[in-house]
């Protein structure tokens, strides 16, 4: 703008930049974080929900049809979150863990659980199909990336290598010869179980190769959730851990240890973390990993991780 104009125009600056806020402002309000590859089912007001799913093969050029990654999630002294990818994933040290090994070790029963409460946690994610999403049914026919824990991993397992002699072994991943997953979900003291969740017989998934080939070919690649370089560093992560356990900044000294995050037992019965049905509000920037649903993951989009 030419300073004749700024100043014949200087009438209808203020309303031009207020304007321009109000829209920042609702833009910045209404930004959503959820990963839209990513499904979840459904569950009502007492907690319960059902699906039916099938997971996908190994998409073109890699190996396995799940991914598995840790992750921490807690809340410090300070009032902040501390939300992020542990490093051990990828076999590199993390400050957390050798935190927790170092309060495991203390030999104090407050430092183990302190340990307990920012254990790590353990998520698979697959390609899936959804067959059948009752409560969503503008899922049905698609592709989605779904995140799930231990217990449903567990079961797949137990599905490629049954425990008892007159059942037979299905590759659940299998196009042609696996299974639906039939997905039951119920709330027991205030945990998510999947105890009642089932595969189906075997069978394809559709009678039409080209069909099959389409689904195969709208799948997404896993490999980002253990790729290094979208993961922080050592440095990064110590730094953040300090802001949020609120010490006196500086970063804690590197330690050689022995994990012990595997020895850390979960000791709920049940399949799932804790579910909050009132979300925390933290004053910080949103959580950008993806919202997905099974065990902590569901847990930790509602929260806030902070810059």
């Not at 042609?176 to 017989?201: C, L, P, T």
């Amino acid at each position: 703008m030419s300073f004749a104009n700024l100043k014949s125009a200087r009438g209808s600056s203020i309303d031009n930049l207020v304007k321009a806020a109000e829209a920042v402002s609702t833009k910045s309000e209404t930004k959503s974080y959820v990963d839209e590859r990513f499904w979840k089912p459904t569950q009502d007001k007492a907690g319960n929900g059902y699906a039916v799913v099938r997971f996908l093969p190994a998409k073109e050029g890699e190996d396995l049809p799940w991914v598995r990654y840790w992750d921490h999630g807690f809340k410090g002294q300070t009032g902040l979150w501390y939300i992020e990818n542990s490093l051990t994933t990828i076999n590199q040290p993390d400050p957390v863990s050798e935190m927790n090994t170092l309060l495991w070790n203390s030999g104090r029963e407050e430092d183990k659980q302190t340990a307990r409460e920012r254990k790590r946690r353990l998520h698979y994610v697959s390609n899936i199909y959804v067959v059948s999403d009752p409560e969503s049914p503008e899922n049905n026919g698609k592709v989605f990336l779904y995140t799930y824990g231990a217990k449903i991993f567990e079961k797949i397992m137990n599905s490629m290598q049954p425990q008892y002699e007159d059942e037979t072994a299905v590759n659940p991943f299998d196009l042609w010869k696996g299974a639906n997953f039939k997905m039951k979900i119920a709330q027991v003291a205030g945990f998510r179980n999947y105890d009642r969740s089932e595969f189906g017989g075997a069978e394809a998934l559709n009678a039409d190769d080209a069909v099959l080939e389409d689904i195969y070919n709208k799948q997404y690649s896993l490999k980002e959730f253990t790729d290094p370089s979208t993961y922080k560093t050592y440095s990064e992560l110590n730094l953040k851990l300090t802001r949020v356990l609120g010490t006196d900044g500086t970063p804690q000294a590197r330690t050689e240890i022995d994990y012990v995050d595997e020895d850390i037992k979960n000791e709920s019965p049940f399949n799932d973390g804790p579910v909050v049905s009132d979300p925390v509000a933290v004053a910080a920037d949103p959580v950008q990993k993806a919202e997905a649903e099974d065990d902590t993951m569901s847990y930790f989009a509602k929260l806030a991780a902070e810059a």
